[in-house]
């Protein structure tokens, strides 16, 4: 039987919505997760928390008629438990199945697609540039995106298709004109939002040493050379080329407060350097990618903001629930940015993570070489962005 094919339950079945469950695990609430995905995909992606239990039984455990003790004695009786699958099919049955036994049951609405769906927006509070500062955060996958707005306009900086819209409505919410949409580079993990809000009447703008990579639809953008500014009301964006992890990473300085990274570096870690050239191409990126950050990033004031196109679980939050750190106190606590070249080099190749899964269809459909849908895009981008070096090796003590 097919995961999303399996027929209502005889019993009600209570539906947690994704927002509702990510709101009582930041609560700090204690939850227990019954995830009935295939083993594989539950290594690779799943809902974690230091408050959250999660347990991982496939759902075809729960298709005979008498359910093997050795299953039911794996999920607590003394708790709510809240199932979940890829789509939602799947774990209404089986929250169903568990409920005619007198479980405490509930199921996640949607599955790991609600789950990634969840985008949310935050302050950083910290900017003290012109204008205001947005952080959209998708925890599904530790994407991150910026927008800012002043004075009745507004720039988005890598923005995700799949929220098209809802970048689109938050700018008619506060009653701003979307002027520019900029990507800091060919993106890896995600399919960029960047032309389909082109299509909307924003002006997209690609960084111009991308374009040699395959951009199919280079014309029709704008492109980024290193120093080119980007007004938007009162406030200065200014792009500073920092290649490295690909070769036409452009980070985009913000009013002089906060330099967004793409995927340069993060706060928790630096790129990984392989995914444009693979692994024999990889030590040369490195190289180019430690001349970025000792020329082009860590010459900026000691204050200066940094803001990542992701974050992993290792990553923690400031005071105001953004993914930034100050430069200095990166430098302070990342031992790989006070190195010399090849010890930096040797390090980062040394502990490489998995690529990010469906990498290489996703660069092709970023550059325009690859045609899919919406739901097709969404579903190439589900899973771990990975697109970071290991950050236990990074890290300081």
């Given at each position: ?247 036409g990473m452009t980070s ?54 940094i803001g990542g196109a ?88």
């Amino acid at each position: 039987m097919n995961a999303d094919d399996f027929p209502t339950p005889d019993v009600a079945v209570e539906t947690v919505e994704p927002e509702a469950l990510k709101d009582r695990i930041d609560a700090g609430e204690d939850i227990t997760l019954l995830d009935a995905r295939m083993q594989s995909d539950y290594d690779e992606w799943r809902i974690d928390g230091e408050n959250v239990t999660s347990i991982n039984i496939p759902y075809f455990e729960f298709l005979e008629d008498e359910i093997g003790e050795d299953v039911l004695d794996q999920i607590p009786d003394d708790r709510e438990v809240t199932v979940l699958c890829a789509k939602g099919g799947a774990s209404e049955y089986v929250a169903g199945t568990l409920a005619e036994r007198g479980y405490d049951v509930n199921h996640l609405e949607d599955g790991m697609n609600g789950w990634a769906s969840i985008y949310e927006t935050v302050e950083v509070t910290d900017y003290d540039g012109t204008g205001t500062l947005l952080q959209y955060q998708r925890p599904s996958s530790g994407c991150l995106g910026y927008l800012l707005y002043d004075d009745g306009e507004a720039a988005i900086i890598d923005p995700l298709r799949a929220f098209t819209d809802r970048y689109l409505a938050d700018a008619d919410d506060l009653d701003v004109d979307l002027k520019f949409a900029l990507d800091t580079h060919i993106h890896a993990d995600h399919i960029s939002g960047v032309r389909d809000l082109d299509a909307e009447g924003v002006e997209g703008v690609i960084p111009e040493a991308a374009v040699d990579r395959g951009v199919t639809y280079a014309d029709d953008m704008t492109t980024a050379a290193d120093g080119d500014e980007f007004q938007v009301g009162d406030t200065t964006i200014e792009a500073v080329y920092t290649p490295g992890h690909t070769t036409g990473m452009t980070s985009y300085l913000v009013d002089d407060s906060l330099l967004a990274t793409g995927d340069g570096l993060f706060i928790e870690s630096v790129a990984r350097p392989d995914l444009e050239e693979g692994d024999d191409g990889a030590p040369d990126a490195a190289r180019l990618l430690y001349e970025s950050l000792q020329e082009r990033v860590l010459t900026l004031p000691d204050d200066t903001l940094i803001g990542g196109a992701h974050f992993s679980d290792a990553a923690e939050p400031a005071a105001d629930g953004t993914y930034t750190a100050p430069i200095g106190n990166l430098v302070e606590e990342m031992d790989a940015l006070t190195m010399d070249e090849d010890e930096f080099v040797e390090l980062i190749l040394s502990d490489m993570p998995p690529r990010p899964a469906n990498y290489e269809d996703i660069i092709a459909t970023n550059l325009g070489q690859n045609a899919v849908d919406d739901e097709e895009a969404f579903t190439l981008e589900l899973g771990p962005n990975n697109c970071a070096a290991s950050q236990e090796s990074l890290a300081g003590d």
